[in-house]
């Protein structure tokens, strides 16, 4: 399965560090965010990813070009640039990277990697996100709900935008991106889709959040998968720094890898 990975904005809440770098580059500990995205993911054997570039994008590349450089011991001869791998370290993932455009919202950088992700079952997170959800219980749940559309149902603090669930609290009947009255549960992100989705996107200004998933809402083909384990965004310096200090802890909660 693959997954795709929305990694082109411009994370202005967090200027500090996104002026000079994109926002999924932000490291935590040794490794920017979206590598701890991609071990998570990387567990669940899910190994196949598709990268939404936008903003700095170069940087991203860079990154994953010389990424078993960095991570191999090697030896190099500076007169002829020849380079000898010692100890190979690198990751079983396949990435393709694509510029989904510098203005393009969620929506219109989904629909620009259309041709890759082909007819198959996916899935599809944020780069900015980090959690412990079973992504086998996760992809299992959507297959049982037959919708086109699953996503990860959190507990937020009270600045994210909200939605109703239905009786059975499995179908989500309105989608609303950020409405004046709180309720229990959030967008987490942390999606499974299947290809029918693209019928709901129109074009570069698509916003995913907005009218796709509010149609698939009202239509009956948006599912929320309840996570009531560890999930937080990194909107803030704020939330860097409290993701940092997790890492550094004995047991970051989001590591369920070795």
């Not at 795709?4 to 411009?10: N, Q, S």
């Not at 959690?131 to 037959?146: A, Y």
């Not at 499995?170 to 019928?199: C, M, Q, Y």
């Amino acid at each position: 399965m693959k997954a795709v990975i929305l990694a082109g904005g411009y994370g202005t809440r967090i200027s500090e560090e996104t002026s000079v770098k994109p926002k999924p580059m932000v490291r935590i500990g040794r490794y920017p965010i979206l590598w701890h995205i991609l071990k998570h993911y990387s567990y669940y054997h899910i190994r196949d990813f598709i990268i939404c570039c936008g903003y700095k994008g170069e940087m991203i590349k860079e990154f994953f070009l010389n990424y078993h450089l960095m991570e191999s011991d090697f030896s190099i001869d500076l007169q002829d640039k020849n380079i000898e791998i010692i100890n190979k370290k690198t990751e079983p993932w396949k990435i393709t990277l694509v510029d989904t455009g510098e203005h393009s919202m969620t929506g219109g950088r989904l629909k620009r990697v259309r041709e890759y992700v082909g007819d198959n079952t996916f899935c599809m997170t944020y780069g900015d996100g980090l959690s412990d959800v079973n992504l086998d219980h996760l992809i299992r749940f959507h297959k049982n709900q037959q919708t086109l559309a699953t996503l990860t149902a959190v507990r937020p603090p009270g600045r994210f935008g909200v939605f109703k669930l239905d009786s059975e609290q499995t179908r989500i009947h309105s989608f609303l991106e950020k409405p004046n009255e709180g309720a229990a549960w959030i967008n987490g992100g942390f999606f499974v889709l299947e290809a029918g989705i693209f019928d709901y996107l129109e074009s570069d200004s698509t916003v995913w959040e907005k009218e796709p998933l509010e149609n698939l809402s009202r239509n009956g083909e948006l599912s929320a998968f309840k996570h009531t384990g560890f999930w937080q965004p990194m909107d803030t310096l704020r939330d860097k720094h409290y993701l940092q200090q997790l890492w550094e802890s004995d047991d970051p909660p989001w590591k369920i890898w070795t």
